[in-house]
C-alpha cells in the first residue's frame, strides 16, 4: 500500500451547492444536489454517503453544452498517479470542450475548497485537463501508511421501562471505536501554520494550500459535531468502510487536535506522529 487516506462527510444545501460554469462561451448556474457527502469515488447514491464526485460530475453534465460522461473527476493518490502531485488534488478532465470554474457569480455559492481550488479566480482546463490547486477539503492524505489500527467492540445495552414498570425489551447492541496511528510526519503535512513555502514543497505542493493539514480537517470536524469520518487503510480503496466514525466523546481533538511535536530532530527537522480516535457514528 501506498498509503491511507481520511475523509469526513460534509453537506450541502440550497445556501452552498451552486457553481457556475463556462463551457464552449456559454456560461451557466448550476446546482450540486442537496445531502451529505463524502470524496469517496465509490459512486455511492445513498443518503448520507453521497459520493460528491458522481455528483459534481452528474452537476457538470447538466450545461447545455457538456454531454453526458464529458467529465471525468478523480483524485491523485486513490485513481490518479503523478509523482509531482501531493496526494488529495483533484483531477478535472473534459471531453469536447474546455471549461472554467467561475467562483465570483453571485450564484457560485459552493466552497472552492471543496473542489481544492485556492482563491476565487477563474479556473480553467487546459486541452481538456484541469488539476486543483491542492488539496480538496474534507479529506487528509497522510502520504505514508497508517502504522497501527486499534479498533475494538464494546458492548451496550438499554432496558427501556413501560409506564407499568416492566422490561419492555431488553436491548443490547456493540459499538465500534478505533485509534489510528500515523507516523513521522513532516510539519506542511500537520499543522496549518507551516504550509508555506520549503514545507509545501516537501509534500509536493507549491501553492499555499487551506486543506492539505491535518489540523485543517480536524478542525472542520471539531466544528460541526454531526459529522462523521472514514478511514481508508489502503489509499486505492473507494469501497465503503464498514463502519464510519465520529470523534470519541473526551477526545482532545475537539477543541485541540495539536497538543505539541512528537520529534524534533535537528536532521531532520520538527516531525509529528497522529494518532486519530474515534467511536461508531450512531
Given at each position: 500500500m501506498a498509503g491511507c487516506r481520511f475523509l469526513s462527510s460534509f453537506t450541502l444545501d440550497s445556501t452552498n451547492n451552486g457553481i457556475r460554469v463556462d463551457a464552449n462561451e456559454n456560461a451557466e448556474s448550476l446546482t450540486v444536489t442537496a445531502g451529505t457527502y463524502y470524496w469517496s469515488l465509490d459512486d455511492s447514491v445513498t443518503a448520507g454517503a453521497l459520493d460528491f464526485g458522481k455528483a459534481l460530475e452528474d452537476a457538470l453534465e447538466t450545461h447545455t453544452d457538456i454531454a453526458a460522461s464529458d467529465v471525468t473527476i478523480t483524485i491523485y493518490g486513490v485513481d490518479a498517479t503523478d509523482a509531482t502531485m501531493a496526494d488529495g488534488r483533484v483531477k478535472y478532465v473534459t471531453v469536447g470542450n474546455e471549461i472554467t470554474f467561475d467562483f465570483t457569480n453571485d450564484n457560485a455559492t459552493l466552497d472552492p475548497r471543496i473542489l481544492g481550488f485556492i482563491g476565487t479566480d477563474d479556473k480553467s482546463t487546459s486541452s481538456g485537463t484541469l488539476n486543483s490547486d491542492g488539496v480538496h477539503r474534507y479529506g487528509w492524505y497522510p502520504q505514508i501508511e497508517a502504522s497501527d489500527v486499534i479498533s475494538d467492540?464494546?458492548?451496550?445495552?438499554?432496558?427501556?421501562?413501560?409506564?407499568?414498570?416492566?422490561?419492555?425489551?431488553?436491548?443490547?447492541?456493540?459499538?465500534?471505536?478505533?485509534?489510528?496511528?500515523?507516523?513521522?510526519?513532516?510539519?506542511?503535512?500537520?499543522?496549518?501554520?507551516?504550509?508555506?513555502?520549503?514545507?509545501?514543497?516537501?509534500?509536493?505542493?507549491?501553492?499555499?494550500?487551506?486543506?492539505?493539514?491535518?489540523?485543517?480537517?480536524?478542525?472542520?470536524?471539531?466544528?460541526?459535531?454531526?459529522?462523521?469520518?472514514?478511514?481508508?487503510?489502503?489509499?486505492?480503496?473507494?469501497?465503503?468502510?464498514?463502519?464510519?466514525?465520529?470523534?470519541?466523546?473526551?477526545?482532545?481533538?475537539?477543541?485541540?487536535?495539536?497538543?505539541?511535536?512528537?520529534?524534533?530532530?535537528?536532521?531532520?527537522?520538527?516531525?509529528?506522529?497522529?494518532?486519530?480516535?474515534?467511536?461508531?457514528?450512531?
Open positions: 467492540r464494546r458492548s451496550r445495552g438499554s432496558a427501556p421501562y413501560t409506564s407499568g414498570g416492566y422490561v419492555d425489551p431488553l436491548f443490547w447492541g456493540v459499538d465500534r471505536m478505533v485509534i489510528v496511528g500515523v507516523p513521522a510526519r513532516p510539519p506542511a503535512l500537520i499543522r496549518e501554520d507551516a504550509v508555506v513555502g520549503d514545507a509545501a514543497t516537501a509534500v509536493l505542493t507549491t501553492t499555499l494550500d487551506p486543506n492539505i493539514a491535518f489540523e485543517s480537517w480536524a478542525i472542520d470536524l471539531a466544528n460541526d459535531v454531526t459529522m462523521d469520518w472514514r478511514f481508508y487503510e489502503d489509499i486505492t480503496d473507494t469501497a465503503d468502510p464498514a463502519v464510519e466514525y465520529r470523534f470519541a466523546a473526551n477526545s482532545p481533538l475537539w477543541t485541540r487536535p495539536l497538543s505539541g511535536t512528537t520529534t524534533i530532530s535537528h536532521e531532520a527537522g520538527e516531525m509529528w506522529t497522529v494518532m486519530v480516535d474515534g467511536q461508531e457514528a450512531r
